[in-house]
């Protein structure tokens, strides 16, 4: 079975600061990572995925993650924070044959003016 | 292209009622999956359609919650003799062949037991 563990219910940045959501997995077979966004009332929005391939994946708005297997992590950066980046994240992994996505409990950013 | 869409928007009902849930994926996809968010549990998988194939129940939490596709597209989520516990946000996805582990999430559909 696969885990997703997020560490930090709630992280607060500076407008402009670099901005770090930690993620951590556990899976017996190789993972499937992906980080979504979901704005306040809104559905959740894929902001980039990990399957095979290069480790470090770009995703939309200025985010990337970078799979490092050795640390069972997929963590969440994005060089400059902005006002508009507030909103909860969410880690999830799934593995090939089994579409279905394992959350974590997700990390809501705060931007500072 | 349209996403996801899921009606109603809000629901609310009186403990003991039976309500469906509706969600429309998008045009093409062949996987249709529903997921739970709520305050105590999170984000929780309950069931996943492909195609022609028997559905994955294996999220769904009690006997009391079913769904249906019907024809390939529409999926109906039924929730009978509901509980206060069955409060939470009601999410559908769905994804292509091509990309089944890309998943494209509906708006959601409060629910509310009263």
């Known amino acids: 079975a696969q885990s997703v563990t997020q560490l930090g219910s709630h992280v607060s940045v500076s407008e402009g600061a670099l901005v770090l959501l930690r993620c951590n997995y556990s899976?017996?077979?190789?993972?499937?990572l992906f980080w979504y966004v979901q704005y306040p009332n809104q559905g959740l929005q894929l902001l980039l995925k990990?399957?095979?391939?290069?480790?470090l994946v770009k995703g939309i708005n200025g985010f990337e993650a970078e799979f490092k297997k050795s640390e069972t992590s997929f963590h969440l950066t994005k060089p400059s924070a902005h006002m508009s980046d507030a909103a909860e994240y969410f880690c999830?992994?799934?593995?090939?044959?089994?579409?279905?996505?394992?959350f974590g409990q997700g990390t809501r950013l705060t931007i500072n003016p | 292209g349209a996403g996801v869409s899921q009606s109603p928007s809000n629901k609310v009902t009186e403990k003991g009622k039976d309500v469906e849930l509706r969600c429309d994926p998008i045009?093409?996809?062949?996987?249709l999956y529903w997921y739970r968010q709520s305050l105590g549990q999170g984000l929780e998988f309950l069931i996943y359609?492909?195609?022609?194939?028997?559905?994955?129940k294996s999220g769904l939490p009690s006997d009391r919650f079913s769904a249906e596709r019907t024809g390939g597209s529409v999926s109906t989520l039924t929730i009978q003799r509901t509980q206060q516990e069955d409060s939470a946000v009601y999410l559908c996805?769905?994804?292509?062949?091509?990309?089944?582990?890309?998943?494209?999430f509906g708006p959601g559909t409060r629910l509310t037991v009263l």
């Open positions: 996805a769905s994804s292509s062949m091509a990309s089944l582990n890309e998943q494209f």
């Open positions: 899976s017996s077979v190789p993972p499937y």
């Open positions: 990990y399957t095979t391939g290069a480790t």
């Open positions: 999830a992994v799934s593995v090939q044959g089994a579409q279905k996505l394992v």
């Open positions: 045009s093409g996809h062949t996987a």
């Open positions: 359609f492909q195609g022609n194939s028997a559905p994955d």
